[in-house]
Structure formats: C-alpha cells, structure tokens
Nanobody
Framework: QVQLVESGGGLVQPGGSLRLSCAASGRTFSSYAMGWFRQAPGKEREFVAYISWSGISTYYVDSVKGRFTISRDNAKNTVYLQMNSLKPEDTAVYYC????????????????WGQGTQVTVSS
C-alpha cells in the first residue's frame, strides 16, 4: 500500500516555473515506478511524465518535452515534477501515481493515486 500526497501547485504567469512534489508513505516506495498525470476541466486525464523505480528511465508526453523534468529521491520517498516555461494550456489538476504494471502512459497501469494539486497558468 502506498499513500501519495502532492504539493507545490499554484497560480503562475505564462513563462514561469513551478516544482510539484509527491510525498509517499510506505516502505516499498522505491520499488514503484511513478508517473505524473494531469486533468483539465472537461478533458480526460492525460499522461505527463514517467520515471522508473531507479530513476534511470524517464518518458514525457510530447507537449512537455524540454520544459518539464521528472525526478525522484528514494531516500526521501518523494517524486518531483519541475515545470518550466509554463503555458496556459498546462493549466490542470496534476496527480502523481504509483505504477503496478502495464503501459507507462496509461492511467490503468497505476494502482495508487494522490488527491491532486491545482496548477493554473494565467496572466
């Protein structure tokens, strides 16, 4: 069992930056690959970024490549999403999730989810 709590969201101007954190409880955090998803109003939940349990492998949706960076600190049971050059279309609730198996870009592959943190990009 893994409990996840996101933080770091907020209101930021276009071009600005935010760093999201996802704190996990449970001794098995380091054995889980982790993902970030987002959901904008009226839209389906969308894959954003993935990191393997070791941190060696990362994947991103095309729309955030070069702007977002996913990382993790297994000693702190925390995964991060550094978001730079933010755009209004990045506005959404961002969720972290722990993957149990299946395609890394599919929400169905993730068993445990946080409650989400709101990111709003607006001038």
């Amino acid at each position: 069992q893994v409990q996840l709590v996101e933080s770091g969201g907020g209101l930021v101007q276009p071009g600005g930056s935010l760093r999201l954190s996802c704190a996990a409880s449970g001794r098995t955090f380091s054995s889980y690959a982790m993902g970030w998803f987002r959901q904008a109003p009226g839209k389906e939940r969308e894959f954003v970024a993935y990191i393997s349990w070791s941190g060696i492998s990362t994947y991103y949706v095309d729309s955030v490549k070069g702007r977002f960076t996913i990382s993790r600190d297994n000693a702190k049971n925390t995964v991060y999403l550094q978001m730079n050059s933010l755009k209004p279309e990045d506005t959404a609730v961002y969720y972290c999730a722990a993957r149990s198996g299946g395609s890394y870009y599919s929400a169905a592959a993730y068993d445990y989810w946080g409650q989400g943190t709101q990111v709003t990009v607006s001038s």
